[in-house]
Structure formats: C-alpha cells, structure tokens
C-alpha cells in the first residue's frame, strides 16, 4: 500500500524537505507545518521550506522553523503539499533534485509528478488526508499538530461552508475541541481577521466591482500601486475574491491582481455552483478545483478582463 | 422536571402562538420554524407569529406557515423563544394574554418573564437548546427540523466559529450530514449570501468607517436615505457589524442604523475579547450576549456617536 511505501521512506531518509503550491494559503501552512510535526515526532529533523510566509499564521506551532531557502541541494527525501503541479510548486529545485519524492495533494487536476502520489480529490483540505495518514502512521494529533490540520480545513472548505465538508470533518473538529485545541482562536486568526491593509482593499475592490452576464459574474482588481498604497504584505489579498462570490445571484466572481511586471495579472476565480473554473483557468495554464482555481495572463487589466470573461461567457452558454 | 412541565402544557393547549424577538435573526427565525414543525410532530396545529420575515429565510420548511399576525387573542400558551426580555418580544400581545406561558432561552440577560423559564446561557444558540429539548421529547430529528435547527446554530455562532461553540454542536451537524442535510447549501443561504442591497450598504459602511482608542474600536452607519436608495428589505442590513469586528486590532465594532424615527438609531456592536458590550447596550435599556449585543438611543448620528463612545471608552478603562 502507498503509505506502507511512504513510512518507509521516510524511515530511510536522513534529509527531507517539505514544501508546498507558491503563494501559500492556510491549507498549504498547515500542511507543511503539520507534517514538520509529525516527521519529528518519527525522529525526524525535516526541513521545512516556503519562501514567503503569510504573517497571519505566525501564530502556528512550528512557524518559526519554516525557513525560505536552504543549503542541502540533494536532499534524501522530498514532500510536495497541496500543490497539483510541479510549475506550482514553491522550491522546486529542491524537488526536482531530490533522490526520492513525494506529493500528497486533493487537487482533482494532480499530475501526479511524484515517484510515490497520493492524492484523494474527494478530501475537502490536504490537511484532512494528513489526518488519515498520520492515523495510519499512529501518530497521536495532539494539540500542535490539531491546531495545523485545523487551519487547512478551516481555510480550505471557508470556514466549514463548502460542499466537500464531510461527516469526519466536523467529528474530527469535535475530538479536537475536546483535546483542548481552541477552534474559535484558530477559526479567528486564520480566516475572520482581516489586516488593516487587507481592509483597505476590501473598500477598493467593493468600489470598483462590476457586474456581467445578468448579474451573475463579478469582476474586481487590483494593481501593484493599490497595494503599495496600504502598505499590503503577502497575503493581504486573501480572500478578497470571496467578496463578490458572496453576493446574491453571482455565479463567477474573478478578482484579478497585478504581480510585479506591469503587464501581468494573477487571476482568482470562484464558483457557485455549475460553472467549473478549473477548466477557465487551465486555458491559460492555470487550474485548481473546479469551484476554486487560478491562473495567470499577461495584457492591461482590460486586456486581461476580456479574454476571461469571455471564457466565462462561452462557459455559461 | 421543567422540561416534563413543558410537555404537559403543550399535550394540554389546543391554542399555541410560537414568538421570537423583534428583528429576528436566524437563530429566532431557525427556532420558531423548528418548534412549529415539532409541535405538528406532536399533533399541535401551532401558529408560528413573526411580523417581519426576513426574505433571505424564506427557503427554510414551513417558512410559508408563518404569518404577521393572528386573529386569535388568548391563545391556551404563547412560547417565547431566543428573547432575553419581553419588552423585545415580537407580538408580545399574544404572550401577555395567553393562559400559560413558557420561555425558552440561551441568553444570559434573560429575565425570566415566563410562567415556565427554561433558559440556558451556556448554549451557543437557542436552536442548540431545542435540540436536547426534542431529543428529551423523543422525537426524531429529521431533515426539515434539522435544517432549522442547523440554520440557527450556523447564524448565531458566525459558521462554527465562536467561543460558545462546543464538541456537541459538531458532533450534531455531522449526523445531520449524514442525515442528508444540505449543511453547504443551509450555510451559504443563511450566513454567506449577501442580497445585492446589502453589498450596497457593505460599500457604505466601509467607506464610513472610523477608528477609535488606537484602532481598538470601529464605528460606522447607514441611515433611513442610505436604505431608501439601495432598496433595502427587512434583515438587508444583517451581518454588516461584523466587518468592523473583524480588523485586525479591532476589539469593539459598532454600528448603528436609523430607525423609522429620524432621531432615533438602533445600535449593533460586537466585543473581540474583553469588553462586555451586553454590559454597555443595557446602560441604554437594551441588552444580548456579552459579545454580541444591541439597544436603541435617540439623538443625531452624531450625539449617539458620542454616547456610545464615551461608554466604550469607560469600559476599555
């Protein structure tokens, strides 16, 4: 069995890093810092690898170990999480020379870029198939590793809200409760509390979002300039494309964003209900879960406005 | 037994009027919805009196069966449910005139009006109360009761998030899910959806939002004009408070809204952590939970502003 194959590797590894998609959110944290936890309650001294790491979860046990590079170029062992494709993958290098490899993932669109692949589409948060495997491994979830595997499902199915939320979530966040791990700090801290930067998009993104298809798609954004403005740190655009999904009748709602080149936008989308926006994005190289995903395209923000909305147009047909 | 009592008021009453508090919220709506469908259970043909339904919960079950009024005027037993005080009880008339009476609760200022009072403030949500209440009762909780009852929990604990929230509260929406509850669809409906009026009046809130005590507490409003120009509907303003509460900082969030009356606003406020705002809304006749609460003060937006203010910054002390 995979994870009979993935004790074993590990067991055998001296040097191991872990790593997770770039621009890391809640689930892809708690993965990485889960796992640093439970490898070294195996006796482990992995090294866990993001290169820019959201100040929101500062607050998560092991955070302080995370560092953004390293100097081991061969490591024995490397664990992707969280991240459907290897062009994702923040510290690849590390990856791609690695003797042996791992990827543990629930994107529907993996490409299964492991030596050993074990990805479950049907799981509502990467952090959710940890529990299973550290089940499997026997290891206790005590409080730390609770409280990590908490932040990617609480971020990951929006706070417990998404169609994929199962029975064992909510059972498994009971015995959580119950082993003293303070749900509603974590809850807070990971997706209720905005930063004032975070705020001050929010007004800007409100302002400017417009509305198409009968009122059924939004569009929003923002520019480099824009988050010079409020002094925006990574991560301060978390959940901004959420906004418009949240309104009344909206099935699409885009929130795009520009990166460093000028002539660049990262786009978020999100779906309510039939239009899969994984496809949308994997037109233009992107991709992600049908109700949530991502992608990147060069143009003006009218240039960049067009040529998604009108996949999203053909997408509604 | 109180809960034995209630049994053989209800076995003994041929006329039953349900009631929740004035502007009711999801966890008054979920728990008159839920005991009108219980008491059907039971044989009753209750009548389930809200003056004012909010739009947003019109897809519950039996949400069709409710009505404004009655023509009944003493009626065998009136039962008050989530409603600390009778002066916020909406159709109090019926209470007042009713041959017996019965309170049912969660919040702590409740004042005990009823002939039977079976108040619980440990409880995160009235609707979670009626859950031992059924259970006790023997009946099975079924989809259609679930589904309120869910409806209630989900309002009042923000989507499983606050402090109240216990292992039982999950242990429960997991055996609704397996039920065949739709928990997703029930929380983007009741919490998550904003009406098109009320993304309007979330612009307006932003924009005027102000920052007091070193950015410790936030104050915002909207007026009869704003709700006028955004066609605002009964609950359109609902959850509005949150958005100040949830800053980064933010310990205290207010917000007020005029009321019919030109000089006269209702105020909202929201407590992070450690200011009691049940405390300060009952300096001004109002009252709720400690970190949710509400009350009415006459005066311009300004000399509201100032009151409240000056109270916030005393309990800050």
Do not use: W
């Not at 690898?49 to 979860?57: D, N, Q």
């Not at 459907?84 to 993932?105: C, S």
């Not at 799981?123 to 908490?150: K, M, N, R, W």
Request: charged share 30%; with cysteine; hydrophobic share 35%.
């Amino acid at each position: 069995m995979t994870l009979d194959t993935i004790v074993e590797e590990i067991k055998k590894a001296d040097t191991i890093a872990i790593l997770a998609h770039e621009s890391p959110d809640g689930d892809a944290i708690g993965s990485v810092l889960a796992m640093g936890i439970a490898l070294e309650n195996m006796g482990k001294t992995p090294d866990r690898i993001i290169s820019e790491f959201p100040r929101k979860f500062k607050f998560l046990p092991g955070a302080d170990k995370v560092k953004p590079n390293s100097n081991i170029e061969k490591y024995d062992l490397a664990i992707s999480l969280d991240c459907a494709d290897l062009r994702r993958l923040d510290g690849k290098e590390y990856f791609e020379n690695a003797k042996k490899t791992i990827v543990i993932d629930h994107h529907g669109s993996n490409t299964m870029y492991g030596d050993i692949n074990f990805v479950n589409p049907a799981s509502p948060a990467c952090c959710e198939i940890l529990v299973g495997i550290f089940t499997y491994f026997e290891l206790e979830i005590h409080q730390d590793l609770g409280s990590c595997i908490l932040t990617g499902i609480i971020t990951d199915t929006g706070g417990f809200k998404h169609q994929g939320v199962t029975p064992e979530t909510f059972e498994f966040t009971a015995e959580l409760l119950r082993k003293g791990v303070n749900v509603s700090e974590i809850y807070e801290k990971a997706l209720e509390i905005r930063t004032k930067s975070n705020f001050e998009l929010l007004k800007r993104i409100c302002d400017r979002m417009e509305m198409f298809e009968d009122g059924k798609v939004t569009f929003t954004y923002i520019t480099n300039q824009d988050e010079e403005e409020v002094n925006a740190e990574p991560g301060d655009h978390e959940g901004l494309v959420e906004v418009g999904r949240g309104v009344e009748g909206v099935e699409v709602s885009i929130f795009i964003r520009q990166v460093d080149d000028e002539q660049k936008y990262k786009i978020s989308m999100r779906s309510t209900n039939n239009v899969n926006v994984s496809d949308i994005c994997y037109l233009f190289g992107g991709g992600g879960h049908p109700r949530a995903a991502g992608c990147t395209i060069q143009g003006t923000i009218e240039q960049v406005k067009e040529k998604i909305l009108k996949e999203v147009h053909n997408a509604m047909k």
